[in-house]
């Protein structure tokens, strides 16, 4: 159980397209759901913190009109980049809260995001 | 601010010795602590939780540390294997305006040589 997709696994772009990334709970309800971005060798940052049915909270220095985040349902959030650049290009990783005791977090395989 | 510090450096060690990596952190006292394992190109991998009145937690071959004088948590892999090889990643859930969230270390990467 609490298993956590992500689609696409990777992508590569051309410099000034948009791409989307769409995360899926498949087998429980995310009442929120975390975006993160991963430069190698580097930690896990968090980018933004998606309630369902509401806004995004993004962190401090993530520009929220490029990282566009949407969370429609209870089992899927979206991450779409805008007007992509080679400096964005990353490992993203979703992640999906659980309703236990912990708020434990599930975290998705990843989309590794090239954009020449 | 809210920080959580992990050995940058590799460790090796030889197959069959126990593997001892170690997370420290500072302004927080977390609740609990939790531990993941992320291979290159994946998304982290829940291991052990351990809560702040644990002193020691244990599953199979892992057994997890929660020092909270010391603001430290050791993570220990008994009889390593090949397989265990990976990067070793802790955080704690910090609690601030409102929001929930996971704050995490660089990781360790652990490398275990037959």
């Known amino acids: 159980g609490a298993v956590v997709s992500q689609h696409p696994s990777w992508v590569i772009c051309k410099s000034g397209t948009s791409v989307k990334i769409e995360c899926r709970s498949l087998?429980?309800?995310?009442?929120?759901m975390f975006w993160y971005r991963q430069f190698p060798k580097q930690s896990l940052m968090l980018m933004a913190t998606s309630n369902e049915g509401s806004k995004a909270t993004y962190e401090q220095g993530v520009e929220k009109d490029k990282f566009l985040i949407n969370h429609a349902s209870l089992t899927l959030s979206t991450l779409t980049v805008t007007s992509a650049h080679p400096e964005d290009s990353s490992f993203y990783i979703c992640s999906a809260r659980a309703r236990t005791d912990y708020n434990e977090q599930f975290f998705g395989p990843g989309t590794r995001l090239t954009v020449l | 601010s809210q920080k959580i510090e992990q050995n940058s450096e590799a460790l090796n060690i030889q197959e069959g010795k126990t593997a001892t990596l170690t997370c420290n952190y500072t302004?927080?006292?977390?609740?609990?602590l939790q531990w993941y394992r992320q291979d290159p190109g994946r998304g982290p991998v829940f291991l052990l939780l351990i809560r702040e009145n644990e002193k020691e937690k244990r599953k199979e071959r892992l057994k997890v540390t929660f020092d909270t004088t010391l603001k430290q948590s050791l993570f220990h892999i008994t009889a390593s294997q090949p397989a265990d090889s990976a990067t070793y990643l802790c955080?704690?859930?910090?609690?601030?305006?409102?929001?929930?969230?996971?704050?995490f270390g660089a990781g360790t990467r652990l490398a275990v040589h037959p």
């Open positions: 087998d429980f309800q995310a009442t929120t």
């Open positions: 955080a704690f859930r910090s609690i601030s305006g409102g929001y929930n969230k996971l704050i």
């Open positions: 302004n927080y006292s977390p609740a609990y």
